[in-house]
T-cell receptor
Framework: GQNIDQPTEMTATEGAIVQINCTYQTSGFNGLFWYQQHAGEAPTFLSYNVLDGLEEKGRFSSFLSRSKGYSYLLLKELQMKDSASYLCAVMDSNYQLIWGAGTKLIIKP | DAMVIQNPRYQVTQFGKPVTLSCSQTLNHNVMYWYQQKSSQAPKLLFHYYDKDFNNEADTPDNFQSRRPNTSFCFLDIRSPGLGDAAMYLC??????????????FGPGTRLTVL
């Protein structure tokens, strides 16, 4: 079966750095997405990786290793507004998005 | 601004009373999706349309149906809502179904409560 694993919850301090990991086992691979979802709201697109390596976008960076079936989302200079769930999703060989359950990130002052 | 719009944002219905959720988009995207998301769970794909070509996920209950009368609009019908259907319903769009960089953009969601 297809599977996406992420930690259920993480806690970090305002101003710090946090890394949210995602491992996947899917039928084929056509890219990995990270979405941010605030409580009660819809997911919003953060990043897309299809090649190995690091993609940087402001305070957020996303890394991919296809051989390891592994990605992480790195958030720097954490702000209180970064408190949200972060969902990892992989596009499989049928171009369907396989979603993880999300990592709830709690930011403390 | 181009966007995905869902109405209503909050819907309360009674057990067994049919309900329709709507989604519209100004992005001119070919593909529209309906997801169901329960608390702390991953979004679950119910249906998707590539243009007017309808695709039903294998495990979507018969209680759920969908219509896409034109490119801009898509509807989700729940014929006889049960308590287990209480969830957030998310509509998303993308340009095309088969390209790896084809990002899905979400509307704000409709929170369905079943009494």
């Amino acid at each position: 079966g297809q599977n996406i694993d992420q930690p259920t919850e993480m806690t970090a301090t305002e101003g710090a750095i946090v890394q949210i990991n995602c491992t996947y086992q899917t039928s084929g691979f056509n890219g990995l997405f990270w979405y941010q979802q605030h409580a009660g709201e819809a997911p919003t697109f953060l990043s897309y990786n299809v090649l190995d390596g690091l993609e940087e976008k402001g305070r957020f960076s996303s890394f991919l290793s296809r051989s390891k079936g592994y990605s992480y989302l790195l958030l720097k200079e954490l702000q209180m507004k970064d408190s949200a769930s972060y969902l990892c999703a992989v596009m499989d060989s049928n171009y369907q998005l396989i979603w993880g359950a999300g990592t709830k990130l709690i930011i403390k002052p | 601004d181009a966007m995905v719009i869902q109405n209503p944002r909050y819907q309360v219905t009674q057990f067994g009373k049919p309900v329709t959720l709507s989604c519209s988009q100004t992005l001119n995207h070919n593909v529209m999706y309906w997801y169901q998301q329960k608390s702390s769970q991953a979004p679950k794909l119910l249906f998707h349309y590539y243009d007017k070509d309808f695709n039903n996920e294998a495990d979507t209950p018969d209680n759920f149906q969908s219509r896409r009368p034109n490119t801009s609009f898509c509807f989700l019908d729940i014929r006889s809502p049960g308590l287990g259907d209480a969830a957030m319903y998310l509509c998303a769009t993308s340009r095309s179904p088969g390209q790896g960089a084809d990002t899905q953009y979400f509307g704000p969601g409709t929170r369905l409560t079943v009494l």
